[in-house]
């Protein structure tokens, strides 16, 4: 009698944990953690970090931090990630440097502190990374929006739903560059500053020679939607 008692519980253990494993498992699916993460992070020495992350579906991670007004402060990490045992959190360890951890929740990442919790300062809204359309990127004769960034010898565009920067060529009467000077009050700010910008672009395909080169193709600016400086009211994860 005792055997059959300890043989049935031992099989609800069993069926327990594997329901349990179930559970979290189908949990992690039904919040389609897979995509591209935007947002604005806090800075102490600059106006805000303008953070992208993206997770895919191999467990592996790309991030891409730029501090806004410092020179030299763009900043790029690949690694990999792991789900924490509860399902609820991700642990991303670059191939460099130290681990973040972030709460997942629908369609968005929170960035947490050393001891894994979230932030109750009044920036604590600063932290959250939100999810872009799982459509893929398609240039038509729709918006687009991303970050628009000249200088000397850069002209760059990258949509806000993808990693890929491209070059981007200007209005024939170079009106976006001038949009572009005027919004950041030129020559006082630093150069290559990022603006989140609203395009209709085409693209025309990869180029071969030059700066543009160096790009994963080039897009030719077809209408200008809007033009803003980045700000946490206003950047790719809004």
Partial sequence: MKKIYLLSLSAAMILWSCQTSQHDIA?????????????????????GIVT???????????????????????????????????????????KTGGKTMYAVEENRLIMLNEAGEKSTSELATMYKLNKAADAEVVFSDKPIKGLLTFGHEVSTFRPCASLTTYWLKDFPDGQLTKH?????????????????????????????????AQ????????????????????????
């Fill in 52 to 94: 992208t992350i993206k997770l895919n579906h191999n467990k592996t991670f790309a991030k891409t931090d730029l501090y806004l007004g410092e020179k030299g402060g763009y900043f790029s990490k690949q690694g990999t990630f792991s789900f924490t045992e509860d399902g609820k959190h991700i642990v991303i360890k670059p």
């Fill in 215 to 238: 790009y994963a193709g080039v897009l030719q600016a077809l209408k200008l939607n809007s033009l803003e400086l980045l700000s946490p009211q206003n950047h790719c994860g809004k």
């Fill in 27 to 47: 949990g992690k699916q039904r919040l389609h953690w897979q995509g591209i993460y935007n947002g604005f992070l806090p800075c102490a020495s600059c106006p």
């Fill in 180 to 212: 572009y000077q005027q919004k950041l009050g030129l020559p006082s700010t630093p150069p290559y500053t990022p603006v989140l910008a609203e395009l209709v672009v085409k693209n025309t395909g990869k180029a071969e020679q030059g700066f543009a």
